[in-house]
């Protein structure tokens, strides 16, 4: 199991960029995806997470402004920034946490490579 993530890049304080995390391979179906982000000299933390059905959660400081979406059949998780801040600049990574195969197995905690966000004052 892989997982691509694109659509980062850089955005003025205010801006919006959107997120996609694909996961692709031997996938009969993903439980549970999410997006988490590290900052230089900082620890990754929480961004979202979102359930197959559709149940969310979000770090405190993205509250109101970043909405995480599945699509189901297409093993996609999204992440919609809006009013984007400089203290969101990172290193957001996709991570599936829960992933049953199609070869009688499941696989935990499958990561993405990374993608840089970056948002200028």
């Known amino acids: 199991v892989q997982l691509q993530a694109s659509g980062g890049g850089f955005v003025q304080a205010g801006g919006s960029l959107r997120l996609s995390c694909i996961a692709s391979g031997t996938i009969f179906r993903v439980n549970d995806m999410g997006w988490y982000r590290q900052a230089p000299g900082k620890q990754r933390e929480l961004v979202a997470s979102i359930t197959s059905g559709g149940i969310t959660k979000y770090g405190d400081s993205v509250k109101g402004r970043f909405t995480i979406s599945i699509d189901n059949p297409k093993n996609t998780a999204y992440l919609q920034m809006n009013s984007l801040k400089p203290e969101d600049t990172a290193v957001y990574y996709c991570?599936?946490?829960?992933?049953?195969?199609?070869?009688?197995?499941?696989?935990?905690?499958?990561w993405g490579q990374g993608t840089q966000v970056t948002v200028s004052s």
């Open positions: 991570n599936a946490e829960h992933v049953v195969t199609t070869l009688g197995y499941d696989e935990y905690n499958r």
